[in-house]
């Protein structure tokens, strides 16, 4: 088997070394996730491979990285996916995505208004929505007036 060596100068966040090396680094992957989300970040605390859900009757999730924003008791979500290949089910793991986040932060008995902020953000080399924008950003708003939002604190990005 013959490997394709690239030179680190023509990487990009889609080869595994270069994603492995931006969130190894907390202040690269902070600077990284203002960026392509265009929020202003904190401190954050980056968990690579996580795992929710290990029930053998459910499908769980194993999420490529995990990042806390480090403020006490605000602090916001992001689960970070890496998608080489547009499954054509993209949307809907998103949203089943952000259910097994929330089902990590919300014990039995305790309010909804302890979930936090979250992003959900898949990097893929295709425009899975065919439309050339570099960013796709989603949150719910009502849809014949856009202007009322649903206020649900989660966004999903591609």
């Given at each position: ?39 202003s970040i904190d ?98 708003r009502e849809e ?15």
């Amino acid at each position: 088997m013959s490997y394709q060596m690239k030179r680190y100068e023509d990487l990009d966040i889609t080869d595994n070394f270069m994603f492995a090396k931006v969130f190894s680094n907390e202040d690269v992957a902070k600077d990284f996730l203002q960026d392509i989300l265009k929020i202003s970040i904190d401190k954050i605390s980056v968990v690579a491979e996580a795992t929710t859900q290990e029930d053998p009757f459910h499908k769980s999730v194993r999420f490529d990285v995990l990042v806390k924003e480090e403020l006490p008791g605000t602090g916001r979500f992001f689960d970070i996916e890496m998608q080489m290949v547009d499954t054509g089910e993209l949307p809907k793991r998103a949203r089943y995505y952000q259910g097994m986040c929330d089902l990590d932060v919300l014990a039995k008995g305790v309010s909804y208004d302890e979930l936090r902020e979250q992003y959900i953000l898949f990097i893929c080399p295709d425009d899975i929505f065919g439309k050339d924008k570099p960013v796709y950003r989603f949150q719910n708003r009502e849809e014949s007036d856009p202007s009322i939002l649903m206020g649900d604190l989660c966004y999903k990005n591609f």
